[in-house]
């Protein structure tokens, strides 16, 4: 039984994955950046409802109210100020600005919160369940965490599919000098694919903030566990995100059961495996070239 | 004489040392036809490049309809009303047929929902596409590639239509159609500045021709006095007597 809940405890895990891979694998897909700060923008997003928690006394999830358009708002101006800049400096400069933002941001952090873990309190939420059967139960925050990343994949996807701006945004992916011959001005619809980006990084910096502790270097990690399924499920497809970061969860959840120093490793171990055996990921998009 | 609609005045281009554009002017009436000839790497391409704002000239003006967009960019151009082709297709490859004319649609008039819908509808039948409407654009067949630029161009809802090279890569029994489509965007009002090397399909709509070699304007006029100019015969016609047959040459 300790098997069958490792898998399901990753699942779920893999659905927080998703959930903090969408936006990097947005931006990734219609802008071809790596965004290295997608980390640190989650852990900023988490700060922010830690503040609003403190100052306003609310809810972390109440504070998404604020802090998702907030952020929505400053990846807006970050594309537009910065990442726009960026791109016309080739295909090198995004990473390096990214990775310049990352770290000017967690020093940010570190100045006007210390290094001192902190964790956003969700109440009986992040604590209660509901039990399956002996030795397996799940969890409210871990499930609603999980729903929440299949939620936003779904949305996206359906958005890109389905929408006036979202078609523009497969377009531009696709062809930017074509689409803006179709009269589509693609420094908007970066500035709004980045504004979305930065909205869903927010709602997972929440989720990971009130899942377990973090501090001004936790971007790091989050980026990595991020990356590593958007490369699972393949560079710019959204749907493989979200497999992406349930093949990691599992791969995660099945190391710990082994031995909880594991878990990490094995989800690594999985990610290389993905890169040596089928290098465009598990779903590669059509689109990509 | 009615007011210009497209007026291109001393254009200049350099790319590097090489000048590929030396004080280009022409004007295009509302609803004429406007046809470009010129041996390959005569600057044609650059030259719609220029009139659509894909590139900025280093020296002259374009205007539109009186006003001066010379320094505006193409997704702005495209929405005052300057459709533009492709000679290479370069269709959004992981969309379908309809998207791509949908997009066009959308962005290109500014129309939403079921108008724009109707827009992208309307070019692909003009296109002779619908029959192909919800494959994936990068499956299309090279002629239906072609099509599509057509279709995407005509979608925007232009005034002026600039086509690159079309009827490249046609059999001679589908020029005939591309004509007529040719001439119907005349009788619908809009313009359209025509660069191609299949000579009779663009004599049989063009009212004026214009003969570009290195960069400059060696001709223009009525077309068949352009054709006829010993200088264009030289420079242009002449080479299809010799080894290489831009007719050919001009596909990709």
Redesign the interface.
């Known amino acids: 039984m300790s098997w069958v809940n490792a898998v399901v405890q990753g699942v779920l895990l893999g659905g927080l994955y998703a959930l903090v891979a969408a936006g990097l694998s947005l931006v990734f897909g219609v802008m071809r950046i790596v965004n290295l700060a997608h980390g640190v923008l989650a852990v900023v997003a988490a700060y922010g409802a830690l503040v609003l928690g403190r100052a306003l006394g609310l809810h972390p999830f109440l504070a998404l109210l604020l802090v998702v358009p907030a952020m929505a708002a400053i990846g807006y101006l970050l594309q537009r100020g910065l990442l726009d800049r960026a791109l016309r400096g080739g295909e090198l400069a995004p990473l390096l600005v990214t990775f310049g933002l990352a770290i000017v941001l967690q020093n940010v952090l570190l100045e006007a919160f210390s290094a001192d873990n902190q964790r956003l309190s969700v109440g009986a939420l992040g604590t209660s369940g509901v039990r399956i059967a002996d030795g397996l139960s799940i969890g409210w925050f871990p499930l609603l965490a999980a729903l929440t990343g299949v939620a936003v994949i779904a949305g996206l996807g359906r958005f890109l599919a389905r929408t006036?701006t979202g078609?523009?945004m497969?377009?531009a992916s696709?062809?930017p000098?074509?689409?803006?011959?179709?009269?589509?001005?693609?420094r908007r619809i970066y500035a709004v694919a980045t504004a979305l980006a930065l909205a869903t990084v927010a709602v997972a910096g929440v989720f990971l903030g009130a899942r377990s502790t973090f501090d001004p270097a936790a971007g790091a990690t989050t980026l990595i566990f991020a990356f590593e399924a958007v490369v699972i499920g393949g560079l710019g497809s959204l749907w493989g995100t979200l497999a992406g970061g349930i093949v990691l969860g599992v791969a995660q959840g099945l190391g710990a059961a082994v031995d909880p120093a594991y878990g990490v490793l094995a989800g690594h171990l999985v990610f290389l495996a993905v890169l040596a055996v089928k290098p465009r990921g598990l779903f590669p998009?059509?689109?990509t070239a | 004489m009615t007011a210009p609609l497209l007026e291109v005045t001393g254009v200049g281009k350099r790319f590097g040392r090489l000048t590929v554009l030396d004080d280009v002017s022409l004007s295009v009436a509302p609803g004429e036809a406007f046809g470009i000839v010129g041996p390959n790497g005569a600057g044609k391409s650059t030259l719609l490049n220029v009139v659509?704002?894909?590139l900025s000239p280093d020296a002259g003006t374009v205007r539109l309809d009186g006003a001066d967009v010379t320094r505006s960019?193409?997704?702005?151009r495209?929405?005052a009303g300057i459709?533009?082709s492709?000679q290479v297709p370069?269709?959004?490859?992981?969309?379908t047929v309809f998207?791509?004319a949908?997009?066009?649609a959308?962005?290109?008039?500014?129309a939403?929902g079921r108008a724009?819908a109707e827009g992208a509808w309307r070019a692909l039948e003009t296109a002779g596409l619908t029959g192909v409407a919800d494959t994936?654009a990068?499956a299309l067949r090279l002629l239906d590639r072609k099509r599509l630029e057509l279709a995407?161009?005509l979608?925007?809802g232009p005034r002026l239509v600039l086509l690159d090279e079309i009827a490249g890569g046609l059999t001679e029994a589908e020029v005939p159609a591309l004509v007529e489509t040719v001439r119907d965007l005349g009788r619908q009002g809009v313009a359209v500045v025509w660069i191609e090397h299949v000579v009779h399909a663009l004599v049989a709509v063009v009212t004026r021709l214009m003969c570009l070699t290195y960069g400059r304007v060696l001709a223009v006029g009525e077309p068949r006095a352009v054709l006829a100019d010993p200088q264009v015969v030289e420079v242009y016609l002449g080479s299809t007597i010799g080894t290489d047959d831009p007719v050919v040459e001009g596909t990709p």
């Open positions: 006036r078609r523009a497969r377009a696709d062809d000098e074509a689409a803006r011959l179709m009269g589509v001005d693609d998009s059509a689109v | 659509n704002g894909v960019g193409a997704a702005a495209c929405r459709g533009r492709y370069r269709p959004f490859g992981g969309m998207e791509n949908l997009v066009a959308s962005f290109g008039t500014g939403r724009a994936p990068g995407r161009a979608a925007t």
